[in-house]
């Protein structure tokens, strides 16, 4: 079945720690994004990427980095620049001008 | 729009009632839009799109209403039932001045169903 893995589900990281969060696509899908979402709020975007080895910033992206060395996985860095990281954080991807599909998410937490 | 330090506005409905959903988009040059649905600690999952081209589109229970004069989204549920409680989320394709297109989220409302 064609979809968008996202893992780990849950993550722990300790003050000052870099954590990559890991985002795969089997859907050919050009475009792919991550979002945080914070309880109780919306989607933020904090970077995305419509080709391979492109990516722009989201409105959020300061303390991330991210990478597009293929066109299936578009892997999210937390670095210890970001001072709040706890959320919960959403890859999707789109082909053209299609709806997202979203993977299932991974709930960061700092320790 | 973004929801930056916003918590999420909340719609109660009656079990069987109709909901309206409302969502103001913020690019008058976006030509595609969608609602989402997300429930507690899962993703977004699709319900239903239209583009700017159209001004209605009817899907199963779900209709999705676009006034761009007003930079205006609605979602209409029929019959609403217990399974529709919900956050939903309207997000815009809106391309930038770097000419590659982004989806960007409106503020979500969470829709709470009573029995």
């Known amino acids: 079945d064609g979809g968008i893995t996202q893992s780990p589900k849950y993550l722990f990281r300790k003050e000052g720690q870099n954590v990559t969060l890991s985002c795969e696509q089997n859907?050919?899908?050009?475009?792919m994004y991550w979002y945080r979402q914070d309880p109780g709020q919306g989607l933020r975007l904090i970077y995305y990427s419509q080709i391979v080895n492109d990516f722009q910033k989201g409105d959020i992206a300061e303390g991330y980095s991210v990478s597009r060395e293929k066109k299936e996985s578009f892997p999210l860095t937390v670095t210890s620049a970001q001072k709040n990281p706890t959320a919960f954080y959403l890859c999707?991807?789109?082909?053209?001008?299609?709806?997202?599909?979203f993977g299932q998410g991974t709930r960061l937490t700092v320790v | 729009g973004e929801s930056v330090g916003l918590h999420l506005p909340t719609l109660s409905v009656q079990e069987g009632d109709n909901s309206i959903i409302n969502c103001a988009y913020s690019n008058s040059a976006s030509d595609y839009f969608i609602w989402y649905k997300q429930e507690s600690g899962k993703g977004p999952q699709f319900i239903i799109d239209i583009r700017s081209n159209m001004d209605k589109r009817q899907g199963q229970r779900v209709t999705v209403l676009l006034n761009k004069t007003v930079k205006h989204l609605s979602l209409q549920i029929a019959a609403t039932q217990p399974g529709d409680s919900a956050v939903y989320f309207c997000a815009e394709n809106y391309d930038g001045s770097s000419n590659t297109g982004k989806l960007i989220f409106g503020q979500g409302t969470t829709l709470q169903v009573k029995p």
């Open positions: 859907l050919n899908h050009d475009a």
């Open positions: 999707a991807s789109t082909i053209g001008d299609t709806e997202a599909f």
